[in-house]
């Protein structure tokens, strides 16, 4: 390392702070779902929508007037995507015509020219099924990322690497239930995404902790650590920079249906990039991993180079 | 160091652009809007006479066609627009009548040469092209309960056969039939029997005031058996009725144990398509009560068209729709219509066992059919509806047995030659062995479709080109060959998902965009890896190599990762969600092949093999 290098950032430094922060978000958002709990979408609940598209922009009191009027109840009534698209939202389950009642309905009681565009109807029992496959499929992603990174580095790695996910998981959902914005199943994809996503950061990092490890005859696990983010910040950066431009893109671009995905990816995003540089390390910390921890188990005859991860054969072959 | 690759190795990247070229290709030709005609039944063909009269009303109505085909079972008429095609379909029907289905599609308009290469477009999922997405729920209490009622009118059946007196038999719970007997030595004759012939139950033996019981048990196997079986047959017979509708390219699909998706492209009328594939509807046959029948073993049914007359039906069911393999209407010696009735050979065997010893009574054929109902009622001055589901069943016709009945036989004594051929067509049509309840439905409009579409090109385009721009502007000339690896990966991705004809949802393309963003990761890692070699002093070229081998571990540790996570979502998801993750899976593995391999080849055409000064990496310190 040529002495001109500047010292690295203290990222260690900041670990105290870290966590107290990562502490206080985490039991911020733990509380946010068990007080306000999450606005479940239709997805999960069961319901009916209708999409109208008016050729003039409605009243929306009319509109509601008009359903009330026709004695339904509990519904939602928004714009959706521009004035002239309106959004009808029932949590009425049981009956699978109700959006041609409604469009019918409408038509005569305002007169208006409206088209019906889209309509979804979701039986009770399917979301509730949903609701539980979709917690199911979480907890089996961070289980088999958990014996992964173990097998594939080593145990603590794989604490290490999942506690962070964990931890971006709860802060996306806590997000969703303080502005309690619809949690529909586009919004759970995303949550998978995010896992991935953040774990492709944490990877990175672990990778080159290990290899530091392995590397650095001398210095502290703090330094060694230390160096590892040090050395990976840019490239930790300029991925989520890349990814936070295209879902920007698709936020603004994606249109209404997609919108609540888009969101859920960039707030998980920048978590993810935070938690793979101070969750992940500092677990790393406080579990004391060591040099031992890493050693490749010496090999007849190898020799020192061999410690390094090498690029499997085919990969040269390639 | 020289960072050259063999020529094989070279040529054999360039084939596999190629390809990949050649496959995306097709999805760049917009598709056209076209009517399809096909026949009614699998025997009416369509041939030049039928086209050249949909042509004939076409040109009639000054609608401009832009090409037809006639392909093997069915004619493509192309039309330049959504108008035309809207207004085509009613004009097409008309001129053809009812022996031609006319359907509104989307043809693709790829050329023959690609054609011919099996190249196509991707599909497009509903949400992009419109149409109607419904989940039907088979009702698996009714089917294990309509078969338990069969079994048990069999057993009884053979019990009487075989002279073994019995006092009662009863279907009990959902599992259970319980037979009862005057002593232990009819019951034991009875146990013998059924154990012997009846392996789908297991057997209790007890006793209880007098009356000595047999408990029978559906066993577990048994039931799955039946559920599965269930679920067939209306996967089947829902098959046959989407036909009918005559969508282009219509999905009948199983989802878990019990549920089967029908998504049916274009169609807008979705009254129209509840009705036709939620005809839940069966048949049953069963003999005429005898006059001495105790009115415990009986049932009274009233006739369907004429709900004066009644009959008085035995409660056990000889055989069921489910038997039948073909009805066709015919006429009988007196020139009167008769329905001739193929049973498979379970049902044959059934069929000539009841009615061997039944010559000169008279069978029934029971139509049932499952509704649901909307009751309106006044509460407290509130008009409140209520959903209820309502079985019904109605004589279709009542016959005299001429003689023992094996696996072909007639129903004659029906009114009608309507009459006639419609109990054919339900007969033939396949009925339903469960009733099914609609679960989930979704409408998409064409114009929310195509608006979709928009909104997915739009952010690809834009999400691509920010990607594009930073690239450039952190990595200069390495970022130029990343972006040229980028655009290739993109359209690899559009090529696996054009081969493998994965259907491109909006979460697909939010897929794609998401894929674009990460896809970089690989060629980013590299070149801070490479530039991490510079600075420690390394030669550029030493530092390409070095830099793309240290860096594999890591891409390869997070990609495996990341794609272990996409399969899951892949595996758990339903609907929109396995459109993402397909477009995940192969995003990932198209970046890793493109992020290592190509880009690492276009470095090496680029400075491979010479004596490089300095590289074009960005940031200070490479160019220092």
Not at chain 2, 375 to 392: H, P
Request: glycine share 8%.
């Amino acid at each position: 390392m040529p002495d001109t290098q500047k010292q690295p950032f203290d990222f260690m430094g900041l670990r105290k702070i870290a966590s107290v922060f990562s502490i206080f978000l985490i039991v911020a958002s733990i509380a946010l779902l068990g007080v306000r709990g999450l606005n479940y979408g239709m997805d999960f609940t069961g319901g009916t929508s209708v999409e109208l598209e008016y050729a003039e922009a409605p009243a929306l009191d009319e509109i509601r007037a008009a359903l009330t009027d026709a004695g339904y109840e509990q519904f939602v009534v928004q714009n959706f995507g521009s004035d002239t698209t309106i959004l009808i939202r029932m949590a009425e389950a049981e009956n699978d015509q109700l959006a041609r009642e409604i469009s019918d309905l409408l038509t005569s009681a305002s007169g208006a020219d409206l088209e019906l565009v889209g309509s979804e109807f979701v039986g009770s029992q399917v979301g509730e099924e949903l609701k539980e496959d979709s917690g199911l499929g979480l907890l089996i992603a961070l289980a088999v990322v958990l014996i992964y990174v173990g097998m594939r580095f080593q145990f603590k790695f794989g604490i290490a690497s999942v506690i962070p996910l964990a931890h971006d998981v709860i802060i996306v959902l806590g997000v969703f239930a303080l502005f309690q914005w619809t949690f529909d199943l586009t919004v759970l994809a995303a949550l998978l995404a995010v896992i991935g996503y953040s774990l492709n950061d944490t990877i990175v990092v672990a990778d080159r902790i290990r290899e530091n490890f392995r590397k650095m005859r001398v210095g502290e696990p703090w330094d060694i650590i230390n160096e590892s983010i040090h050395q990976t910040i840019m490239r930790t950066l300029n991925t989520s920079g890349t990814t936070l431009v295209v879902l920007l893109a698709l936020y603004f671009f994606g249109g209404e249906a997609i919108n609540n995905f888009a969101i859920a990816l960039i707030i998980g995003v920048v978590v993810g990039t935070y938690s793979s540089i101070y969750v992940s390390a500092n677990m790393l910390m406080v579990m004391g991993v060591t040099r031992e921890d890493l050693m490749v188990p010496a090999k007849e005859g190898s020799s020192d180079e061999s410690e390094e991860e090498q690029p499997p054969e085919w990969l040269n072959r390639m | 160091m020289l960072n050259k690759y063999p020529l094989w190795k070279n040529l054999i990247i360039v084939f596999a652009l190629i390809i990949g070229f050649v496959y995306a290709l097709p999805n760049f030709f917009p598709d056209d809007y076209a009517i399809q005609v096909t026949g009614a039944r699998g025997s009416t063909e369509v041939d030049q006479r039928v086209l050249d009269q949909a042509l004939g009303a076409l040109e009639s109505r000054g609608i401009e066609v832009k090409d037809s085909t006639l392909e093997d079972r069915n004619a493509l008429i192309r039309l330049s627009s959504s108008d035309d095609q809207l207004r085509a379909r009613p004009a097409v029907q008309a001129v053809l009548g009812n022996n031609y289905l006319v359907a509104l599609n989307m043809a693709p308009s790829t050329p023959q040469w690609l054609r011919s290469l099996g190249a196509g477009p991707m599909k497009l999922g509903l949400d992009l092209r419109g149409g109607v997405h419904f989940l039907l729920e088979v009702d698996m209490e009714t089917a294990v309960g309509q078969r338990l009622e069969a079994l048990s009118g069999q057993i009884k059946r053979e019990l009487r056969e075989e002279r073994i007196r019995y006092r009662g038999g009863d279907v009990q719970g959902d599992r259970e039939v319980v037979l009862s007997f005057r002593d232990t030595e009819a019951r034991s004759e009875a146990f013998d029997l059924v154990r012997r012939q009846y392996t789908e139950f297991l057997m209790d033996e007890s006793s209880e005031d007098g009356e000595f019981l047999i408990t029978l048990t559906l066993s577990e196997a048994e039931v799955r058996s039946i559920q599965e079986y269930a679920l067939e047959q209306n996967l089947t017979t829902i098959r046959n009725r989407v036909n009918e509708l005559g969508v282009a390219e219509p999905l009948v699909q199983r989802q878990g144990a019990d549920r089967i998706i029908v998504e049916l492209p274009g169609v807008q009328d979705t009254a129209q398509a509840k009705r036709v594939l939620g005809a839940t509807a069966n048949l049953e046959f069963r003999m005429e009560a005898r006059q001495d029948t105790s009115s415990v073993e009986t049932e009274e049914f009233s006739f369907r068209d004429t709900p004066q007359r009644n009959a008085r039906l035995e409660r056990d069911v000889i055989a069921t729709g489910n038997n039948v393999a073909n009805a066709q209407q015919a006429f009988d010696e007196n020139g009167q219509p008769q329905v001739n009735i193929t049973m498979d050979s379970v049902g044959g065997d059934l069929m000539n066992r009841a009615t061997r010893n039944s010559i000169g009574r008279r069978m029934a054929v029971l139509f049932i059919e499952f509704r649901t109902e909307t009751e309106t009622r006044e509460v407290d001055g509130e008009i409140q509806e209520t959903e209820k589901r309502v079985v019904e069943k109605g004589l279709i016709s009542l016959a005299t047995v001429q003689s023992a009945l094996g696996s072909s036989f007639r129903i004659t004594g029906l009114d009608s030659i309507p009459e006639a051929a419609e109990l054919a067509l339900l007969l033939r049509a396949g009925a339903l062995a469960a009733p099914m309840y609609f679960v989930q439905e979704r409408t998409i409009g064409p114009s929310l479709g195509q608006k979709n579409i928009d909104a997915g090109v739009a952010s690809v385009a834009f999400g691509f080109a920010l990607v594009l721009l930073y690239m450039l502007v952190f990595y200069r000339g390495f970022g130029v060959i990343a972006n040229v690896s980028l655009t290739l990966n993109l359209m690899l991705l559009l090529a696996c998902m054009s081969i493998l004809s994965a259907t491109l949802t909006l979460p697909g393309i939010a897929g794609i965009v998401l894929t674009v963003g990460m896809a970089v990761d690989a060629n980013v890692l590299i070149f801070e890896r490479i530039k991490e070699e510079l600075k420690t002093g390394a030669s550029p070229q030493s530092a390409i190599n070095s830099g793309y081998g240290r860096a594999f571990v890591s891409i390869f540790d997070a990609n495996i990762t990341t794609l272990l996570v996409a399969i899951i979502l892949f595996a758990m998801g339903s609907g929109p969600v396995k459109g993402f993750a397909i477009t995940l899976c192969i995003g990932i593995l198209t970046s890793m092949f493109c992020g290592l391999v190509v880009s690492r080849a276009i470095v090496n055409v680029v400075y491979g093999g010479r004596r490089v000064e300095k590289l074009s990496i960005g940031g200070k310190l490479a160019n220092a």
